[in-house]
């Protein structure tokens, strides 16, 4: 089930990287693709799309149920997913790592169990003014349930979150804290560390989202010190389908199941059912095997290059694309907070962003348009949408060149 | 600018755009409604003076992409002194022209609207063109809630990241 070691993770070869993505070779309209939409979802190396053909051909059973080979071995192979994930994330325990759908469901798992049981009546959750719609939403749901109020600390022009505002708004009824590691919307990177130290302090729990920002820095739950930790394989290279919720295993253990079914018992009768351990408590039915094996080769993969390069070639190409997108008159980027990944989010004056989106797509650049689920940050800067560009570990300096001389063109053709 | 998309972005398309007609409120005219395209945020909202039948005055205001800014530009202009019957048919005629449907026999004339003919090119953007136009319909039924262009059915793309 090992992946290879890409050859091109010895020096940073992005040429070389980029032959492991067969769709990169692909031409839209006749020109050739330029794939900047890595922040919705990222494309996936052949490493990735070999182990999840692997695991059907060669390997493939329902887990943690039978005794023949290819359960056992399927079994195996999960479970080996689970502990390098463990190692991704840098958790104590691979009980703490709970395999889900994606980011939106670990957000909404919490909600659900912790959330259920902590807040009632008059209590509050604390989200940040940057949020993807799923990291408020699932609040929402359960503050509406639970007659409690969804707290917002407030974003600065520039996109960076209001600590002191924050710090004033955990209160002696805040029951959790839950924000971005890093804004899909405006490419701000939030000190969760210090969040996490501001919460500790009045004894509330983090949560983490950080579907934007495990693909693109490396993460320490343990140095960042938070609570929780969800993450989505699609957006790290990985198969749609499969999710990450790292618990502190204290929280995990206390936590009520969140669905109901095989896999997450103990024993059954029709007067009690005894749970199971971590973290099968979390993961009622058969889970996605094969997409979680592969998310495994996916983490290897990024692992063999090292997110902490990967993170310096995404700062090159956001530092590139900021210089030469800054220089195009009418221009202007939404989101300069003092520290910034992988996403730039920005508006042309006296064109609409879709209307960017469409010309850049017959250009072959592939860009995302609209609120990108974040209405709540489009309406802190009054704009009903952006065009963004968000880079991967394949992009390259040309491919910035190319978006720059795009938007020209789109400027020339609506002025 | 490729010839595609100079197909879409025609010339009196691109002139509507950077300067709608009919781009005002009226807010005696009686009846309003409010549009909105989660695709992409574009809102709009159609105002309607209707004298019996017909359709006496329309205009639009609101923030759109080329497409729905022109599209509603255009209508205003379109079905000004109409009745509502003959707007419910150009709709359906327009309708048809932007989604490929080959010409019905004996429908209205589309006129100026045939400039759209390829948004058919680009199946995102349909929803873009026939916002004003539900908007319109909305109006005109005297619908209270704002309509969606996911009236247009299912959904290009309304979540991810």
Known sequence: MSSAVPEAAVAYDVAALRRDFPILAAKVYGKPLVYLDNAASAQKPRQVIDAERDVYERCYANIHRGVHWLSVHATDNYDAAREKTRRFVNARDAREIVFVRGTTEAVNLVAQTYGRQH??????????GLEHHSNIVPWQMLCEEKGARLAVAPLDDAGDVDLAALERLLTPRTRIVSVA??????GTV????????LAHARGVPVFVDGAQAAPRMPVDVQA?????????????????????????????????????GGDMIRSVTFEKTTYNALPFKFEAGTPNIAGGIAFGAALDYVSAIGLD?????????LACATARLSEIEGLRIVGTAREKAGVLSFVVEGVHPHDIGTVLDREGIAIRTGHHCAQPVMDRYGLPATARASFGLYNTRDEVDALAAAIHKVIRMFR | MSSDLRDLYQE???????????????????????????????RETVFLDLDGEVLKDVSFQGAGCAISTASASMMTESVKGKTRAEAD????????????KPDAAGGPELGKLAVFSGVREYPVRVKCATLPWHTLKA???????????????PAAESGGA
Do not use: W
């Open chain 1, 119 to 128: 807040v009632g009546p008059g209590d509050e959750v604390l989200v940040t």
């Open chain 1, 181 to 186: 590691h890093l804004s899909n919307a405006l």
């Open chain 1, 190 to 197: 939030l000190p969760v560390r210090r969040i996490a130290e």
């Open chain 1, 224 to 260: 960042l010190g938070c609570d929780f930790y969800a993450f989505s394989s699609h957006k790290l290279y990985g198969p749609t389908g499969v999710g990450v919720l790292y618990g502190r295993a204290e929280l995990l253990e206390a936590m009520p199941p969140y669905q109901g």
């Open chain 1, 309 to 317: 390069r990967i993170a310096a070639h995404e700062h090159d190409l």
């Open chain 2, 12 to 42: 009196v398309i691109l002139d509507h755009a950077k300067r709608p007609r009919n781009f005002h409120a009226m807010p005696a005219a009686g009846r309003q409604a409010e549009g909105y395209n989660p695709l992409c945020g574009d």
């Open chain 2, 89 to 100: 048919a150009l709709f359906e005629r327009f309708h048809d022209l932007i989604t490929g």
């Open chain 2, 139 to 153: 109006a005109l039924a005297g619908a209270a809630a704002p309509v969606s262009s996911e009236s247009e059915g």
